[in-house]
């Protein structure tokens, strides 16, 4: 079974700085969609940053100008650069990969989560 392995969670002040990254157990024939989701409990996931195949960033609405999403196709590897947090980002981040297979079958792949918390 692939395994999405993150890491770069912790602690950080407001304002300040965190670095995730996530890297797959296993290589893909495609991997459409690279990214990064957050969940608090009583709330739903909700998509940070995400990036495509073709380089694409998209971000939510909160995330832009603070947040960097990035990818590294030769290493399978998806990495999220925080900046100026907040502690409304304190949340479990997940990593998502979504990818496609010769035979053209779309699987979404998931990370365990790692806990970003930001408080002073």
């Known amino acids: 079974q692939t395994q999405l392995m993150e890491s770069g969670g912790g602690v950080a002040q407001p304002g300040g700085s965190l670095t995730l990254s996530c890297s797959a157990s296993?290589?893909?024939?495609?991997?459409?969609?690279m990214g990064w989701h957050r969940q608090v409990p009583g709330k739903e996931r909700e998509m940070v940053a995400q990036?495509?195949?073709?380089?694409?960033?998209r971000y939510a609405e909160s995330m832009k100008g603070r947040f960097t999403v990035s990818r590294d196709n030769d290493k399978n590897t998806v990495s999220l650069q925080m900046n100026f947090l907040r502690a409304e980002d304190t949340a479990v981040y997940y990593c998502?990969?979504?990818?496609?297979?010769?035979?053209?079958?779309?699987?979404?792949?998931w990370g365990q989560g790692t806990q970003v918390t930001v408080s002073s």
């Open positions: 990036v495509s195949d073709s380089g694409r960033a």
């Open positions: 296993e290589s893909f024939y495609r991997i459409l969609i």
């Open positions: 998502k990969f979504k990818t496609l297979s010769a035979e053209n079958e779309s699987r979404t792949h």
